[in-house]
């Protein structure tokens, strides 16, 4: 990269980060702030976890970093990373991460799997804090977490993926979730947004969890089959089919489900000992 298309790298990067208070002070201002963020980023996406992970990536890759970072102090020591992270406001740097991945999901396609997880050991037994629920989004084919809100209970998660889908941009993205979220206000938010979905239905949408299975079991109702998958795994051989089915005409006559264009079903035959 030339000079000129260094600083228009930095420049673009720094703007997704406007928000964010560099909070270093006198000799600290050594190396540029949105050069350490760069670096940190990249370490992590490459599994790094702390400082020192931070300071031996920049140095092993510093070729590679000097490609669109000038690096005018040389690479940051790990000393470095720590005062910068430990002196970040923490709101700030959440907000201003929230509006990067935002603008990093405007080039997203694919499928965007919307999934809760509570954290491991982050039950607070002094406290009688519940455990952390994170609702995360994530890329399937970038491999990368787009978004994520935390919520107190997992009985929040409905509440929580329509902010969670709002700092998405679902353009030409399918998105798809699990039975809990299989709602109709999620379901016309993704449509609003320009995306599609595939979403689980169960019986918590009863009338039309029924009225589904009443169409895909007649033998009138015409659909697509695809060839069985067979896993052999654990002692036991399952065989899975999937079909589906576009003759929904009747079933959004009686449900009007928001930008409902097919249904399917999947058909499990497990064989055991």
Known sequence: MSSRETQETLEQFGSCW?????????NATLYD?????IIA?????????????????????????????SLKHGVPKHDAFSRLFRALDPDQFRDAFQQF?????????????VDGKVLRRSFDRASGKSALHMV???????????????????S?????VPKLLKMLTLKGTIVTADALNCQRTIAAQIVEQEGDYALALKGNQGTLHEDVVLLLDDPETKSATAQPVVDADHGRIETRTASVSTEIDWLQKQHQWPGLK?????????ETA
């Open 18 to 26: 406007e928000g964010l208070e560099d909070p270093r002070t006198s």
């Open 33 to 37: 702030f949105h050069e350490m963020l």
């Open 41 to 69: 980023l990249c370490c992590v996406l490459c599994g790094g976890q702390g400082p020192t992970d931070m300071a031996l990536f920049a140095e092993l890759k510093e070729p590679f970093l000097r490609g669109f970072l």
């Open 101 to 113: 991945m935002a603008q990093f999901s405007e080039q997203v396609q694919g499928v965007v799997a």
């Open 136 to 154: 995360s989004a994530w890329g399937s084919e970038q491999r990368l977490v787009l978004a994520q809100v935390a919520t107190d209970a997992k």
């Open 156 to 160: 929040n998660e409905i509440t929580a």
């Open 262 to 270: 097919a249904v399917g079903k999947v058909v499990r035959m497990r």
